[in-house]
């Protein structure tokens, strides 16, 4: 093998060889036998960058290079030889190419369709491992080594820099940040470009589309993020909410065969996504970063099958007629036979002047490695007192010059984790607020200035910090649902034994016997996670509740 290894030089060799692997002769018949023989002339493309991957490849004969076209020229990133197969984690999603994939010489290779790769990975264990290994590794590499078709130019002012780089970042998607502030390349971009300051961010995808400050939605077209996914057929199940709950319902759906589209707002994880650090959840004593459960969860649910259409949502239910019909962004709409709702909660809003204003530029919703790095040595506040809000401020204490806590109630005991309440009483760089909330922010183009308040004793103070982290209450994702099922008071959705005989007679319940664990007031539409009234506001609870519903799923589709 020949290559230009900078992408992987930081890794083992074991790591590089589970990276790049040779399969034995049993392994390359067992894929001969499912595919096709082909032959590519010296120089002929297999694949060209931003080309939807409807394809994998097996290398039989000659050698295939993989190259990353920049504006410098190309960037050989890898050459596979005999033995060795071409692809990442877009084989399996059937999204754009990242590469060009060319053939160094005349070659011959083994061709499988993206659903004969899919049917390989969940049927042969052995290749499963050995694929599925190599794709994340290979994305892994790509993602941390900034190896993608996209350029970020953005500016720590512009709260929308933040905005994408979260995008990007938790839907594991590779990408250049050239910064206006440090970056004198940048600005010349821009000249370029003839584009301003006031456009920024700018996201420019495979050196030809320009896009000024983008919705999520324009960058995922622009990158093809949906591009496979057919929207006309009737489903068995839509999954609304990629959290902990809606990827488990969709892992756990497509393995037991049924069709499965999942719908995400923003990333595969919902509000777990953006945790730092999760530490009891059940089989990982190390902990584990709510990104990096994400992104395992979300490959498992395309290994089976599932497919997850990436920043659209959910705008109405129609619940007058099966198959039911949400509609989505833009009017489409999308049939399917029952509905697994896992919209999870978000942050609640404080009524703070200015709160919006310093949003993405001061104020953040999420501790991940992005705002602590935007944080770095300086202090910052934490607002909240539940187990993200303690995440949080453990966190970031590992790096900035102190973490002030401000809770409004008097005590965090009923709120959080017993493990996570030590950790923040013996951390010198936490200091804990109990009674104090924060009445006024300030600045100029970004945040410079916060005042908080004890609620006791009616004492305000004013410090010159620039970071404050919101994780305070939860408000439920549910406006979509325009009266289809019952609500408690606060807006979470009711379920199963929740349901009074009053709700049920509200609602018209049409079946003779009362509704399922887990359903709601509409029959085959079900509530997992959050959104539901009464749930536990844990992870693995939220798991369990995904993985529990399918199974009500399926006597629902039997009746």
Request: aromatic share 6%; proline share 3%.
């Amino acid at each position: 093998m020949q290559d230009d290894r900078a992408a992987v030089s930081t890794y083992s060799e074991e790591q590089r060889n589970q990276m790049f692997p040779q399969l034995t002769p049993a392994q390359m018949a067992r894929i001969e036998a499912l595919g096709r023989q082909r032959p590519y002339a010296a120089g002929e493309l297999l694949i060209e960058q931003g080309q939807q991957i409807t394809q994998f490849f097996l290398v039989l004969e000659g050698a295939i290079d993989i190259i990353r076209p920049t504006s410098a020229g190309d960037e050989l990133i890898v050459v596979h030889g005999p033995g060795e197969f071409v692809g990442e984690l877009h084989s399996l999603s059937g999204r754009r190419s990242l590469v060009n994939v060319r053939a160094r010489v005349e070659s011959v290779v083994i061709e499988l369709s993206r659903d004969q790769l899919r049917g390989l990975v969940q049927t042969d264990s052995e290749l499963s491992d050995v694929l599925m290994r190599a794709f994340i590794m290979r994305r892994v590499a790509l993602v941390s080594s900034g190896r993608g078709d996209v350029v970020l130019v953005g500016s720590a002012h512009s709260a929308g820099t933040l905005g994408l780089k979260e995008f990007l970042s938790r839907n594991g998607y590779p990408y250049t940040y050239l910064n206006l502030e440090t970056d004198t390349a940048a600005q010349d971009l821009l000249d370029q470009l003839q584009v301003q300051v006031s456009d920024v961010p700018i996201l420019i995808c495979r050196g030809t589309s320009v896009l000024r400050n983008p919705t999520n939605a324009q960058v995922a077209d622009c990158l093809g993020f949906n591009v496979a996914i057919d929207r006309t057929k009737i489903r068995d199940v839509i999954v609304v909410g990629a959290g902990p709950a809606g990827l488990a319902a969709a892992v756990y759906a497509a393995s037991e065969g049924l069709d499965v589209l999942v719908l995400e707002t923003v990333a595969p994880g919902g509000q777990a996504g953006s945790s730092s650090k999760i530490e009891n959840y059940l089989g990982f004593p190390t902990g584990i970063s709510g990104q990096n459960l994400a992104v395992r969860a979300y490959t498992q649910a395309q290994k089976f099958g599932a497919d997850i259409l990436i920043s659209r949502s959910a705008t109405r239910l129609t619940c007058d007629r099966t198959p039911y019909s949400i509609e989505i962004d833009g009017g489409e709409r999308l049939m399917t036979r029952t509905v697994v709702m896992a919209t999870g909660a978000q942050y609640r809003k404080p009524n703070i002047t200015n709160l919006m204003r310093f949003e993405g530029i001061g104020v953040y919703y999420g501790a991940t490695f992005i705002e602590a790095q935007i944080c770095g040595p300086e202090e910052a506040i934490v607002v909240g007192g539940g187990n993200s809000a303690g995440q949080a401020a453990v966190f970031l204490a590992q790096t900035a010059g102190h973490v002030h806590m401000l809770v409004r109630s008097g005590k965090l005991a009923d709120t959080m984790s017993r493990y996570l309440v030590r950790r923040i009483e013996e951390n010198p760089k936490i200091t804990l607020r109990m009674d104090t909330e924060i009445t006024a922010l300030e600045g100029g183009d970004r945040l410079e200035r916060v005042t908080w308040k004890n609620r006791r004793s009616g004492e305000t103070e004013v410090r010159n910090i620039c970071h404050v982290f919101m994780m305070t209450g939860a408000t439920p994702h549910t406006a979509w649902l325009d009266g289809c099922v019952s609500l408690d008071g606060k807006g979470f959705v009711k379920a199963g034994q929740d349901l009074t005989g009053d709700d049920l007679t509200s609602a018209a319940w049409p079946l003779a016997r009362r509704p399922y664990l887990l359903e709601t007031s509409l029959p085959g539409v079900f509530a997992v996670g959050d959104v539901r009234a009464g749930s536990v506001k844990r992870v693995a609870s939220a798991v369990g509740e995904g993985s529990v519903v399918v199974s009500l799923v399926h006597k629902v589709l039997a009746e």
